[in-house]
C-alpha cells in the first residue's frame, strides 16, 4: 500500500480507543485515540440514511475520508458492509453478519475482496451475551478477532453510562496478516451498529 491512507498513523497502531460521542444528535460521531490519547483519525454514522452508512477521516475536522463503509441491502439481518479506502476508491473487504446467530450471541464473519470468509469477529461468551440482552446492558461486551481459525486480537468495551468507549488491540496480529484498513473499518462499523443496539 502506497496511498495516503496507508501512512496514516491510524493504521500503525495495533491499540486504539475509541469513545463515541455522547451529545451527538444525528448519527453516531466516533473519536478515535492511540493509547497516549492522542486522537489519530474520527468516524461518522451518517443520519437519515436508508442503508447504513459510516466514515472514518483523519481529523476532527473530517475534511479528508479515510474508509467508508456502507451497507449493501436497505435491511438484511444478515447484512453485509463493504469497506473501502476512500483515498484510491479499492474495495479492502467487507463484514457480514450471522443473522439468527447474532440474536442470542453476535457474530461477524469477515470476508475478503472476493466475499470470500478470512474471519470472525464474536461476542466473548453465549452466557454473558444472554445477560446483556435480556436482563442488563451494563455488562460491557467483549469481542474476540480471529483470522483463520488464529486469534488475532480484542475489542472490549468499557462500562460508562455516559460515554461508549472500547479498546481495540490487534497486538497478537505481530505479522500483520489483516489489512489494517480492513480491521479499522469493521471495528468501527461494529461499534457503530453495536453500540446503537445497546
Do not use: C
Not at 454514522?45 to 472514518?56: I, S
Not at 446492558?137 to 478477532?145: D, K, M, T, Y
Not at 472500547?166 to 468501527?188: C, M, P, Q, T
Request: net charge positive.
Amino acid at each position: 500500500m502506497t496511498t495516503a491512507l496507508a501512512k496514516h498513523s491510524v493504521l500503525e497502531l495495533d491499540k486504539l480507543r475509541i469513545r463515541k460521542n455522547f451529545w451527538t444528535i444525528f448519527g453516531a460521531k466516533f473519536r478515535i485515540f492511540d493509547m497516549n490519547e492522542g486522537l489519530v483519525a474520527t468516524s461518522k454514522q451518517k443520519a437519515f440514511k436508508l442503508k447504513e452508512d459510516v466514515r472514518v477521516y483523519s481529523d476532527e475536522a473530517m475534511a479528508t475520508e479515510l474508509l467508508t463503509m456502507s451497507a449493501r441491502q436497505v435491511v438484511d439481518f444478515s447484512a453485509s458492509y463493504d469497506i473501502v479506502d476512500a483515498v484510491t476508491g479499492e474495495k479492502v473487504g467487507a463484514i457480514r453478519r450471522r443473522g439468527m446467530k447474532s440474536i442470542f450471541k453476535d457474530e461477524w464473519v469477515i470476508l475478503d475482496v472476493e466475499d470470500v470468509a478470512i474471519g470472525t469477529i464474536k461476542e466473548d461468551s453465549a452466557g454473558l451475551a444472554f445477560l446483556r440482552r435480556f436482563l442488563t446492558n451494563l455488562i460491557p461486551q467483549r469481542f474476540e478477532i480471529s483470522l483463520d481459525g488464529e486469534p488475532i486480537g480484542t475489542i472490549r468495551q468499557f462500562f460508562n453510562p455516559f460515554v461508549y468507549s472500547a479498546i481495540v488491540d490487534l497486538s497478537a496480529d505481530r505479522e500483520r496478516k489483516i489489512d489494517r484498513r480492513l480491521a479499522v473499518g469493521a471495528v468501527v462499523l461494529l461499534l457503530a451498529i453495536e453500540g446503537r443496539q445497546s
